[in-house]
């Protein structure tokens, strides 16, 4: 194998792991909290909030009433009893009583609305509740599929860097410098030749590097200056 097959297979490696690291850290991005659960969390809390205090308005809507039924078939039977004789004071009461019947009627139909508020909450929460449970359910499968791909991901790039490695230790090092240097300037260090062509850079190449290629050579691209490799 030529210096510049053995750089090209090196080349190749480096890009496997730099694409599998990418993947790594996109994974590393996605596991922990979802952002949807922790929403459709705090928008429940607030929904349940809600019910618990339109229960706390219901009950003291029916004690409000409770109380005035009481005080009201207290007035009704003083008004039917025959107790009050002075035709003022009965007329007097009278509208009191009627006052108490009006304010009776307006209490119910406040707890009415009250109550099908407490419907309304009632189903909110629940269909909140399940579409919690359902957001839940779909992240925990993501979690362990990303998990489990995070897992080979890293098998992977172990074995790569295993091969790297045992590459690397066959390499010259002055031609594994000369690599590294390429990198780090031009993001790649080895172009492949195709139809006479750097196709680092798509410029010709004169015969003579051509030829200094074909024999096995370490040549550079005249042009762009990476290192050419003839498949
Ligand atoms: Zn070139």
Redesign the pocket.
């Known amino acids: 194998m030529t210096i510049a097959a053995q750089l090209y297979q090196l080349q190749e490696i480096d890009l496997a792991i730099e694409s599998s690291e990418q993947a790594v850290n996109q994974i590393a991005s996605q596991l922990g909290e979802s952002k949807a659960v922790t929403r459709a969390q705090a928008e429940l809390a607030l929904e349940n909030q809600r019910l618990e205090e339109l229960g706390h308005q219901q009950r003291s809507a029916e004690w409000e009433i409770d109380d005035l039924v009481a005080k009201l078939a207290i007035a009704e039977d003083k008004l039917y009893s025959g107790e009050i004789r002075n035709p003022k004071e009965l007329t007097n009461f009278q509208h009191e009583v009627e006052g108490l019947r009006a304010k009776r009627s307006q209490l119910e139909d406040k707890a009415l609305a009250i109550m099908e508020q407490v419907e309304l909450a009632t189903a909110s929460v629940a269909s909140r509740s399940s579409e919690l449970k359902a957001l839940e359910v779909e992240w925990r499968s993501q979690q362990q599929q990303l998990s489990k791909d995070m897992e080979q991901l890293k098998t992977i790039l172990s074995e790569l860097n295993h091969k790297r490695q045992q590459l690397l230790a066959k390499i010259d090092p002055q031609a594994v410098e000369l690599y590294n240097e390429l990198n780090k300037q031009k993001g790649t260090a080895v172009?492949k030749v195709e139809q006479g062509i750097?196709?680092?850079?798509?410029?010709s190449?004169p015969t003579t590097d051509l030829q200094r290629v074909r024999s096995g050579n370490l040549v550079q691209?005249?042009?762009?200056?990476?290192i050419?490799f003839l498949a």
């Open positions: 172009a750097c196709c680092g850079c798509r410029i190449l691209c005249n042009s762009c200056g990476r050419l």
